[in-house]
């Protein structure tokens, strides 16, 4: 049997006490939006005695009872359960709820170029384009995404690009039978932007 190294050991007591500030935590960040133990529970899905456990510390939190709440309450994950921020290259996703869409960020907010992936759901199919500046350059993960950008209507597939200035309207979302996964890239005004496929993307490779 191998003993805990001192480091170990710290780490292990650093989560513990991180774990028990988790129940004060969810109770008040969900007294703060002015949701009672009942609301809670419809919105998130989980039962009232388990909120109510999670908050007294009688039950141990897991992600798949903390994720939830994270959209609930609409806070990142790291403000439940108070993780270190400082020394960690890692960017934390927070994923939150926009516009009926999952958005994870992939960049640090505040920079010039600023990525997310996002899923949108198969009943994300109502175009409403809008404008603004910037350009903006999309990359489809899975699924089919239906962007509609000025008079054009497009579908593309696993792969395929587009990347386009903003001020001209556009909208970007489900084709209404499947969900898709698009990976958003979007930048400051000032780039010259072009529409393009995988077709374009391979030619410019070569």
Known sequence: MGTMTDESSGTAGALAAALEMVGPRLRRVREQRGLTLTDAALESGISKSTLSRLETGQRKPSL???????????????????????????????????????????????????????????????????????????YVLSGRMRLVLGEQDLVLGIGEAAEFDTQVPHWFGSTGREPAEVLSIFGRPGERMHLHGEQAMMEAAH
């Open 64 to 138: 798949e009872l903390l994720l939830p709440l994270t959209q609930t309450y609409r806070v990142p994950l790291d403000d439940l359960v108070g993780a270190p921020e400082v020394g960690d290259p890692r960017i934390r996703l927070k994923p939150r709820r926009v516009n009926g869409r999952t958005v994870l960020p992939l960049t640090r907010p505040g920079g010039g170029i600023q990525a997310w992936k996002i899923v949108i759901p198969r009943t994300q199919s109502d175009p409403q384009p809008r404008t603004h500046d910037g350009f903006e350059w999309l």
